[in-house]
């Protein structure tokens, strides 16, 4: 009776993996495909890169919610509110100096990013039940004021790349709080959002009209604190799956 119900839920773990495996795929198809389209007709070059780079993170961020609500054999992904609303911000801050700088098309992934961000917080915290530790006020404290420094400095030549710099540090601590859930809990987290939030640094790199330390630091971080991220999460399932089967 067990392994037969051990083996429905296997079959139907397999089945909704292609399913959403399937929905990703023709939704990212499309886009490109849209974006090639408009290529061959004349789009310019930076604007292709910057309408992918929005595809990718619209499609990566749809997918994350979806997973926030139960799913046949799969764990409900639970993304901590207070890091996501610091992402917010402090995304809102690279983005900002990005603009400042001349980051032009190449500055929408962040623009997008940021706004999505303040929506998963506030979807998180409307529908899961939350309490916040020393950590979580310490990282929210210290994100925050590097964040208005960011914010001010943003438009002084003299301190732009150190603003672009301290935004994209913030955003990198802000990670701790999730990081240290993801060490106990690795499938309320999500690897293929993170692989869309590295991925989509890429073309949003080669959109930018401006490429100076100000402008690609944010980015750069994105794409290796998420590809990074991925990794210890698939690296902690393996770990907890190895320790909850019995030799």
Known sequence: MIGGRNGDMRAMRNITGRMR???????????????????????????????????????????????????????????????????GFLTSAGWIVQQAQGGAAGS????????????????????????????????????????????????EPAYATLSAVAAAFADFVSYFPSVRKAYHLPREESVTNLIFNSVKAIPALLALDVYNVATTV???????????????LVYRRHQVRRTATPL
């Open 108 to 155: 929408w992934c962040l623009g997008v990013t940021a706004l999505a961000c303040f929506v998963i917080a506030l979807w998180s915290y409307l529908k899961f039940d939350w309490t916040f530790d020393r950590l979580h006020m310490r990282v929210a404290i210290g994100a925050l004021v590097l964040f208005v420094f960011s914010f001010a400095m943003r438009n």
């Open 218 to 232: 944010y980015l750069l971080m994105l794409a290796v604190t998420n590809g990074a991220f991925a990794l210890y």
């Open 21 to 87: 495996g399937t929905v990703i795929a023709v939704a990212l198809g499309l886009a490109i495909a849209a974006d090639l389209v408009a290529l061959v007709h004349g789009l310019p070059r930076d604007l292709f890169w910057a309408y992918l780079s929005v595809a990718i993170t619209l499609a990566g961020y749809a997918y994350y919610v979806w997973q926030m609500y139960p799913q046949a054999g799969y764990p409900t992904v639970k993304p901590e509110p207070l890091t996501w609303a610091l992402f």
